[in-house]
Each structure stands twice: as structure tokens, then as C-alpha cells.
């Protein structure tokens, strides 16, 4: 009965869902394509022991990659399907992945809908990326027999106590699924505290420690980061994945910056696409700015180059000598903190840290990472790191060793999915 009255529910919102995509269109375009897709039209290729993997967005879907290769490898005669809600993750997929995966928007989870895609990719696996529960995406994959594994599962105390108040609708989707692969303890004891099933949950270890910079990225970053800080000489600091409400905090804190560094190149990259545009119009206010989807050149007269394209994140990086990580001064959890500790960089935070709480905590404990809470405290940690590289030396080679000591978790998490792989459960469930 609680599915029946969500699914009600569901169709009686679309319309609203519906307008906010219209919305979104309106400033991203890409938003406003496709949309068939996503009630379950669309055309597939002809798809063999298909392996159905589903991430949301961008981080989701660079923290899949590895994993889809390492699906491709061990299982070749395996057809690859991948879903994502956004167009910046639908992006991330033909980038890093191109041709070797059946990319598609995921179904809303409407029952038509669900069972049109079904019908199409016809899945003997599901794998899930973090925290992406559908229930009727869950019921009807149980139904069809068709195993589900969250991978790489995070649940934070904000995400648990809004499960908790839906506890008649999330506890019996959490014990349809097949498996709960989870990132650490303290995430598979709130899915535990959520009713699942206590042999239904392994810990792995989150697989995003399994970051690997890869040889070619490096040679590319290398003479960029060469030029931008003219051999060394000049400072550049990066402000990573940033959100509305924090580019205003940056540059307050990047202006006390250059009264004492005076030549110092800040990276500002916001996270949304749709925002690029009004971060370069707030940046040129106060600063002399170039922006990397131009190729603008970078001279010792530019404060800030706006990185204001996708896919390049990871080789802005290994461009800096420090990074900020944004989502972290507002209430957004922050986002992905080891890609900088895997350049060996030092990293600074907002204090809004629980999409990565595990990771803050290791990389503070091995004093890698400094956390903020406003623009002069921001300032004050820019100026320490800026002014010492043998404290920033220090940092980075701290943030690369939490790193390499936690790398194991694709490999756990690839183990589980065998396990999961063939157990064909289902079979008319309770509703």
C-alpha cells in the first residue's frame, strides 16, 4: 500500500517536475532535451547479459568510471548500460567512457516508466552509485529478479533522519535490495538503524580513494602549470566545485590574499554550468579575469581564470599549489576532497563536510586539511599555505598518503558484485 500511495503521488507531481525541468532549460538547454528518455522511450541497441549501472550526476559518474572498466573487464560478453539524471553527468559518461557503454537518462520512478526500460535494457544486474533509492526502480528489479547492489553507499545523519520520518515506505525498498556495499561503519550503521537486513550490508570503503592520476593528465597539467605560475614563481590557488553563496566569500578572502601576495592566480571553478557565466560577471567586478572556454591567455595581469568547462576539474588541479573544495561553506555536505590529495595538494574546506565526513576526518587527523568558516578565516589559511612551501610540501605529501593507505575498495566492491551477480531473488515480493 505505502508504494501504490507514492506512486499516486509521484504521478500527481510530474506536472510540477515537469515546469522545474522547463526552468532549468531555461538557463541550461541541454535539460530540455531528451526528455522522452525519461518516461522510458527510447531505442536500444541489442543488448546481451546487460549490466545496468546508475549514477546521478558528475561525481557520481567519475567515481563509476573506474568501476564500468573494471566491469568490462571481467566481464566482456557483459553489455554496459549507464544512466544518469543530469546532462553535465550524461557529459561525464560519453567523455570518459564514449562508445564502450549504452548511455541513457535514468527513468523517473513512475511504474510505466520503470517498466518500459526494463522491457528495453532487460538487466540481469543493477548497481547503484552512493545513495540513489527509487522505490519503484527497487520493486520492480526485485520483481523481475533482477539483483540490486548499492555501491560505494554513503548515507549521512541528514539523509538518515529524512529516511527515518518515510520509515513505511523505506524499510521495506531498503530489504528489496540485493546488496548495501558501504563506504564505512558509520554508514552501514544507519542503514542498519533504517531496518536493513544486518547480512545485507558489507563495508568496503569508499571506492573514490581508488583515485588514479593518470600519466597522460599529468603531462598535460605540467606545462600549463608551468606557464600560469611563470616557472613556480607566481601562487596558484584553486577554488574547486563551487556553489551560489561561496564565489562572493572567495573573492573577499582571495582580495586580502594579493595586499600580500600580490601576484598570486586564484582557479575559481563553480560546480553548475548554468552558473559560469554569472561567476565570470561577479569575478570581473573586482578582478582582471580570463576564462579557460575562450583559451584566454593567462598573464601576469589576470587575478582569476574562470574554469568555466567541463571535464577538467582533475588537470585544473594538478595546475595549483592548493585547493579549496567547495559545497562546504553553505550546507551542501561538500564535494570530492581526495582528487586534490591525490595531486598531493593541500586542501581547505567549508565546515559543511558530511558527503565526505570520512575522508575530512582522516585527512584532518593526518593534518592535510584545514577547515574555515568565513571569508577572513579562508584568508588567514590562504596566506599560512601561500607563504610556507615547506608547509604546503608537507600537507600534500600527508593528503597523498590517506590516499594510498585507504586505496581496496574497487576491489571489495567488485568482489560483492560477483557475489550479487547471479542470485536471482525476487519473485512477487510484498508490496
Not at 531505442?43 to 568501476?67: D, M, Q, R
Request: proline share 4%; with cysteine; glycine share 6%.
Amino acid at each position: 500500500m505505502a508504494r501504490y500511495l507514492y506512486s499516486v503521488f509521484f504521478y500527481l507531481i510530474t506536472p510540477l517536475i515537469l515546469l522545474r525541468l522547463a526552468y532549468r532549460a531555461s538557463k541550461a538547454p541541454a535539460y530540455g532535451q531528451r526528455i522522452a528518455e525519461r518516461f522510458g522511450f527510447f531505442i536500444a541497441p541489442k543488448l546481451n547479459n546487460t549490466i545496468w549501472v546508475h549514477s546521478v550526476s558528475v561525481g557520481e559518474t567519475i567515481a563509476a568510471a573506474p568501476l564500468i572498466k573494471r566491469l568490462q573487464q571481467q566481464y566482456p560478453d557483459a553489455a554496459i548500460v549507464v544512466t544518469t539524471m543530469t546532462p553535465t553527468g550524461s557529459d561525464r559518461v560519453k567523455a570518459l567512457l564514449g562508445d564502450s557503454v549504452f548511455h541513457v537518462y535514468a527513468p523517473y520512478d513512475l511504474p510505466g516508466a520503470i517498466q518500459r526500460f526494463l522491457t528495453r535494457v532487460q538487466p540481469k544486474l543493477l548497481v547503484i552509485m552512493e545513495t540513489e533509492l527509487w522505490p519503484n526502480t527497487i520493486h520492480y528489479c526485485r520483481q523481475s529478479s533482477i539483483p540490486v547492489v548499492l555501491a560505494n553507499a554513503r548515507l549521512s545523519e541528514k539523509s538518515a533522519a529524512g529516511y527515518q520520518r518515510l520509515s513505511w515506505l523505506t524499510g521495506p525498498m531498503l530489504n528489496n535490495l540485493s546488496k548495501v556495499v558501504a563506504q564505512n561503519k558509520a554508514d552501514a550503521d544507519r542503514f542498519l538503524a533504517l531496518g536493513l537486513a544486518e547480512n545485507k550490508v558489507e563495508v568496503s570503503g569508499s571506492i573514490k580513494f581508488d583515485v588514479v592520476i593518470d600519466k597522460a593528465l599529468i603531462a598535460k597539467a605540467e606545462p600549463l602549470k608551468q606557464q600560469w605560475s611563470n616557472h613556480g614563481q607566481r601562487l596558484i590557488i584553486m577554488a574547486a566545485s563551487t556553489h551560489q553563496g561561496e564565489d562572493e566569500i572567495i573573492l573577499d578572502a582571495f582580495k586580502q590574499v594579493i595586499e600580500k601576495i600580490s601576484d598570486a592566480l586564484l582557479i575559481i571553478v563553480p560546480r553548475h554550468p548554468e552558473r559560469f557565466d554569472q561567476v565570470v560577471n561577479l569575478c570581473e567586478q573586482r578582478f582582471s579575469v580570463a576564462r579557460r572556454s575562450n583559451n584566454d591567455t593567462v598573464s601576469a595581469a589576470t587575478n582569476v581564470l574562470v574554469g568555466d568547462t567541463m571535464g577538467e576539474l582533475l588537470l585544473l588541479c594538478g595546475c595549483a599549489d592548493m585547493v579549496f573544495v567547495g559545497g562546504s561553506l553553505i550546507n551542501s555536505g561538500g564535494h570530492n576532497m581526495l582528487e586534490p590529495a591525490a595531486w598531493s595538494l593541500p586542501i581547505i574546506t567549508g565546515e559543511s563536510d558530511f558527503n565526505f565526513a570520512e575522508a575530512s576526518r582522516l585527512l584532518q587527523q593526518r593534518s592535510a586539511l584545514l577547515m574555515v568558516s568565513d571569508a577572513n578565516l579562508l584568508a588567514e589559511k590562504l596566506l599560512l599555505l601561500g607563504q610556507s612551501e615547506s608547509l604546503r610540501n608537507e600537507m600534500g605529501a600527508n593528503a597523498k598518503a590517506v590516499v594510498e593507505e585507504n586505496r581496496g575498495a574497487l576491489d571489495r566492491l567488485i568482489l560483492e558484485i560477483e557475489k550479487n551477480r547471479h542470485s536471482r531473488e525476487g519473485g512477487n515480493p510484498a508490496l
